[in-house]
């Protein structure tokens, strides 16, 4: 028999799926969004009991810890491509230019002593 207690759990818990699985997974601005409400959310949920959890509680979890895992993921590979850019675009001015002149085919490199 279920107490409102394990009904709140559920509920909570399923709220807290439902908010990961709304991500876009290309928008940064979403995910740092849903990243917040997820955060307060847990802390909601930290205040409930967290016992022995029911079999459609544990279905609920795995699948927060599934999507959570995903926008990670996803986060970390943006956050590479986006330090691999940042150390494109601090590369010294004459290591970009030999870099474009050797795409245009040219002879001579302008190297800046």
Not at 48 to 59: A, F, Q, V
Not at 62 to 68: F, H, L, S, T, W
């Amino acid at each position: 028999m279920k107490t409102t207690e394990d009904e709140q759990l559920l509920s909570q818990l399923q709220k807290l799926a439902d908010l990961l699985s709304s991500w876009d997974e290309k928008s940064l601005e979403q995910a740092e969004s849903i990243l917040k409400e997820a955060q307060a959310m847990i802390v909601v949920l930290d205040g409930l009991s967290l016992k022995k959890l029911t079999d459609p509680e544990k279905e609920v979890v795995d699948r927060i810890v599934g999507q959570y895992g995903k926008l990670v993921h996803v986060l970390s590979a943006k956050k590479g491509q986006l330090v691999k850019q940042y150390a494109q675009l601090n590369k010294p001015n004459s290591t970009i230019r030999t870099y474009l002149q050797q795409e245009q085919g040219a002879s001579l490199i302008d190297v800046d002593f």
